[in-house]
């Protein structure tokens, strides 16, 4: 089964240790908020402790505690974006019960902008 079927259909496999563990809350089963981040920039071009403070901020705009919240950072991604490969950055959240037409657009404005002025990276791209 591929990775994005996997999400898609809220299963999570237990050979793919990158992604977040089930875990239990009285009987039922919950999965952990999830966030990639992918950029073609390198590592020294953000800051040592980006992760740490971008997991703050989806713990306080996501409304969820901060530790159970996962955040991967894969820097120096071959990548391209418009056919070009200028700086870019992309961001993918997986979690339960935050996403919806009303909510969204408050999420992408707080991420933008903390995102901007920590990579550089024009609001296009």
Request: hydrophobic letters at 35%.
């Amino acid at each position: 089964m591929s990775f994005l079927r996997q999400l898609v259909g809220g299963v999570w496999r237990k050979h793919n240790s990158f992604l977040p563990k089930t875990i239990t809350f009285t009987g039922q089963k919950r999965h952990l908020p999830y966030c990639s981040v992918d950029t073609n920039l390198g590592k020294a071009q953000l800051s040592p402790d980006f992760h740490i403070r971008f997991s703050k901020l989806l713990a306080r705009i996501l409304g969820k505690d901060e530790k159970l919240i996962t955040v991967s950072l894969r820097t120096d991604v071959t990548m391209c974006r418009s056919g070009t490969d200028r700086p870019n950055i992309v961001i993918n959240i997986w979690s339960i019960g935050v996403f919806d037409e009303q909510r969204n657009p408050n999420y992408t404005n707080q991420i933008y902008d903390f995102i901007l002025p920590e990579v550089n990276i024009p609001a296009e791209r």
